[in-house]
């Protein structure tokens, strides 16, 4: 059998700092600005097809847009 020399050569990772200290900026860190959130509902009846919906109370909150 053939004995296999392996070889390898040490890369520094450009990123490796900002990982290691914490200081990296991840997406799930980030806010962008006018970030809006979005809800799905569901008929509360399986298998019901909604016709219409009365979005007024919700309309109404605060910072639904």
């Not at 296999?4 to 490796?16: C, G, M, N, W, Y």
């Not at 914490?22 to 970030?35: I, V």
């Not at 799905?40 to 109404?60: C, I, K, N, W």
Request: hydrophobic letters at 40%; aromatic letters at 4%; zero cysteines.
């Amino acid at each position: 059998m053939t004995d296999q020399i392996l070889r390898s050569r040490v890369t520094e990772r450009i990123d490796a700092h900002s990982k290691v200290t914490g200081e990296a900026d991840y997406s799930g860190d980030l806010t962008p600005p006018d970030l809006l959130f979005g809800r799905v509902l569901f008929s509360g009846q399986p298998h019901a097809r909604m016709v219409s919906m009365d979005t007024h109370a919700a309309e109404a909150l605060p910072g639904v847009v």
